[in-house]
């Protein structure tokens, strides 16, 4: 298979680029560092094309090495004919090769196999040829033999139609056939256990769809309600057509001696070996179908949640809330260093609300706090009312954000952060966390592990190597996106820069522990285990603020300096200049940048990326997100009606919907049939996390705590 041109058709890209990706791939350059810095290799794909091509890079290659592997142990067996030969290497799918494999795969004993050690196969042969003109008693009289435990013509026969049914299912074009037909017109069949109990899979106690419509989520709900034991699943796929498929295959002729056994033959064979492993294999492809659409929607999440913009200059009040073990607070400064931590006392059981306020308002006087930023986990509505209450007594203007604080106490129980506040308790520790994801969502969030961040439906249900593979690159993206501060990022921020391992992290750490601030890019070269080709793919991201060279604060890659500068004289600026942000309309300054990457010897996309970063140096992607809400007063759910219109943030998006905070306790659906006037197929082309989007209550269900919203106003 030429693998390139398979890249290039799936991927809609040209040959020389899916060539020139493998290439850089196969070189060791990560994805940030292709699509940033080698874009007239590339042709400019970016990293969400990139990613796609080295995950199906990787699937091709190892269907090519599992032909190999195929056709070496055929050949071993004597039994690789040339028509074989060529139908093992078109074959597409690591399906469609191991169906062509199954006659020659060794098999454990099977009926069919204990049957050939009987000698039963030469009245197999006679069965399938269909020209006997005796009953098939009389053929099999010949092969009974009781030291062979057949005792009667009709132990022959029986044993006789197991061979055939095993060869009947090892035939890759039958199996092709079935599978195909099933997925196009088979049906997916669940019934509840017990019809009376009540669980949230109860619209699937009686249901049925066709497995070509079947939706990622319901495929998903369909094998959780199957694994809590509270639905019975299984595939309905048409046997008659399948049974009058087989006949037509297997019998050729007219015989009324064998047409009967050969009809029964075929039967057994679909029943009792085929539709069993069809099913199975239907049911793995539609869950690893759903799975990759799930992870793709969760990695979209993720990404809006990593990229919202930072709250810069603010001193935030971090609050965790909690009932009987009270409200954690952590005060922390502009830089994200925390100034004082406290616990107090002003919901359930104790209610100490006075005392509480009294706390708030002197840390609030002390360190000229004017944002906190709410937990909105357990007892995030108290803490909110309350928090409402003692803004209208302030003489100063504060406001709240209620955080997403997914993540929080495991971040909090880790060692990463056992490192970061050794004399902290859990609690503080989490006060911690949800002030700064406010400050720097991206930084703060990168210390845990995406897979507990929770943006997305089943996370725990699917292949979580795959699930975290996704969600490490989505990480790596957004980093290197918006870049680090080389003087001030954590190790566990530093890891995601293209290049950098855990290792290289810690190095970097340790290395401005004991020399102080880096002031040079080039200062990277003497950390520890960071080589020529790490500097390569990590230096772009890595920004130096206030250092010896300009250049290193950009995003400008070392090795095109010499270019750049030989720019900045050719327009008659200084380097010193760019800090300064002199530079923001050098772009009209020139006319033809075909012209001057040819004279700068620079490729014209590397041109035009590097006079974008001198315009605004160090730019923050960021900056273009919706800003979050926030907030100096409250709504209850009782104080929803119909037809209310309201701002609010895009908290998470799945399949069938979005969930949308509208500054009240529980967060309102947006069903997709609601997201826009025209037709949509999922809610992502509306949507994204963290958008803050305009929507109208159309009903409040207080004792199901359910609020539909629509955003067709």
């Not at 997403?404 to 308790?425: C, I, K, M, Q, W």
Request: aromatic share 6%; net charge negative; with cysteine.
């Amino acid at each position: 298979m030429d693998i390139i041109a398979k890249l290039a058709e799936e991927l809609n890209i040209r040959r020389q680029q899916a060539e020139a990706a493998v290439k850089l791939i196969d070189e060791g350059n990560t994805i940030p560092f292709i699509s940033r810095y080698r874009k007239e290799a590339t042709g400019a794909l970016n990293d969400e094309v990139l990613r796609n091509l080295f995950e199906r890079l990787t699937y091709l290659r190892n269907l090519e090495e599992k032909k190999e592997q195929v056709l070496s142990g055929i050949e071993e067996q004597g039994k690789l004919t040339e028509e074989l030969k060529q139908q093992i290497l078109s074959a597409e799918t690591l399906v469609a090769v191991e169906d062509l494999y199954r006659p020659y795969r060794p098999k454990r004993r099977t009926r069919a196999t204990i049957a050939k050690e009987k000698g039963l196969e030469p009245l197999a042969n006679i069965i399938l040829l269909q020209m006997t003109k005796e009953s098939l008693e009389t053929e099999a009289q010949p092969f009974v033999d009781s030291e062979k435990g057949v005792e009667t013509p009709a132990d022959a026969i029986a044993g006789a139609m197991d061979i055939l049914a095993e060869n009947i299912s090892d035939e890759a074009d039958y199996r092709k056939y079935i599978r195909d037909i099933t997925m196009n017109t088979g049906k997916i069949i669940s019934t509840a256990k017990d019809p009376e109990k009540e669980s949230v899979y109860e619209m699937y106690y009686e249901f049925e769809e066709g497995l070509a419509k079947l939706a990622g989520h319901r495929i998903l709900a369909l094998n959780r309600g199957e694994s809590e034991k509270i639905l019975t699943v299984k595939i309905e796929a048409p046997t008659e057509k399948i049974q009058q498929y087989l006949e037509k295959k297997i019998i050729s002729r007219d015989n009324p001696n064998t047409a009967p056994t050969l009809k029964a033959v075929a039967e057994d064979s679909y029943k009792r070996l085929i539709a069993p492993a069809i099913e199975r294999e239907i049911r793995n492809e539609l869950t690893e179908r759903a799975e990759d659409g799930a992870i793709r929607v969760f990695g979209k999440n993720l990404e809006q949640l990593l990229m919202q913009p930072p709250i810069a200059g603010k001193v935030v009040l971090g609050w965790d809330p909690a009932f009987r073990t009270g409200c954690k607070l952590a005060v922390v400064d502009s830089t994200g260093k925390v100034l004082d931590t406290t616990v107090i006392y002003p919901t359930a059981p104790q209610n100490k609300v006075e005392e509480s306020k009294a706390v708030l308002k002197k840390l609030i006087q002390k360190y000229g706090i004017s944002l906190i930023s709410v937990g909105n986990g357990t007892a995030s509505r108290e803490s909110e009312m309350i928090i409402v209450d003692l803004l209208k007594e302030l003489p100063v203007p504060v406001q709240y954000v209620i955080v997403n604080e997914a993540g929080a106490s495991v971040y909090s129980a880790s060692r990463l952060a056992t490192e970061e506040f050794p004399n902290f308790d859990v609690g503080q520790r989490s006060a911690a966390s949800i002030a700064r994801r406010l400050q720097d969502p991206l930084a703060e969030l990168v210390k845990i592990d995406p897979k507990s961040i929770g943006v997305g439906q089943y996370q725990h249900d699917m292949n979580q190597k795959k699930l975290s593979d996704a969600l490490g690159g989505v990480v790596e993206d957004c980093v290197n996106k918006v870049g680090v501060d080389l003087n001030t990022a954590s190790a566990s921020l530093l890891e995601y820069i293209s290049g950098i391992s855990k290792v290289i992290a810690r190095n970097i750490v340790a290395y401005r522990e004991e020399n102080g601030r880096f002031l040079t890019r080039a200062q990277l070269l003497k950390v520890a285990k960071l080589g020529p080709k790490a500097y390569e793919q990590c230096a772009g991201f890595m920004r130096i603020s206030n250092g010896k060279n300009p250049l290193d604060g950009t995003s400008v890659h070392p090795e095109s300096y010499d270019a750049t500068l030989k720019l900045l004289e050719k327009l008659g600026y200084k380097p010193e200049e760019i800090q300064e942000g002199k530079l923001s309309g050098i772009s009209k300054k020139i006319s033809d940048y075909k012209k001057l990457a040819t004279e700068l010897e620079l490729g014209e996309m590397t041109l035009k990326d590097i006079v974008k970063e001198l315009e605004k140096p160090a730019r923050d992607p960021r900056d273009d997100m919706p800003k979050p809400v926030l907030r100096n007063d409250v709504l209850e759910m009782k104080d929803l009606t119909p037809g209310m219109i309201l701002k609010g943030t895009v908290r998470n998006v799945i399949d069938f919907g979005a969930f949308v905070d509208i500054g009240v306790h529980q967060d309102g659906l947006v069903h997709i049939s609601q997201m826009t006037e025209r037709y949509i197929r999922h809610p992502l082309e509306a949507v994204s996390v963290g958008d803050i989007v305009e929507v109208k209550v159309m009903s409040v269900d207080l004792q199901k705590k359910r609020i539909q919203l629509t955003m067709k106003i």
